[in-house]
């Protein structure tokens, strides 16, 4: 899985930070596996169906439905 920063140069963003905080505040609703990716690289990814959180340099997310 994608470890985000500061643990990866490549990394946009604290991808598990991130994904802890929207679980904590209900932001996170949806009914297939989710991955948060720290850049396009997206280490790690699923090999399943899944929602992405793709990290951008603009300080948020693009969101891909993986199949």
């Known amino acids: 899985a994608c ?3 500061p643990g990866c140069s490549h990394a946009l963003a604290d991808v598990r930070g991130d994904l802890l ?3 904590a505040s209900g932001q996170l609703e949806v ?3 989710v991955y948060f990716a720290g850049c396009a690289k997206r280490c790690g990814h ?3 169906a899944h929602v992405e ?3 951008t340099a603009e300080g948020d997310y693009e ?3 993986r199949s």
């Open 46 to 48: 699923p090999r399943r």
């Open 63 to 65: 969101i891909f439905e």
């Open 31 to 33: 009914n297939s596996p």
């Open 53 to 55: 959180y793709q990290a």
């Open 3 to 5: 470890i985000g920063a």
């Open 21 to 23: 905080s929207a679980v």
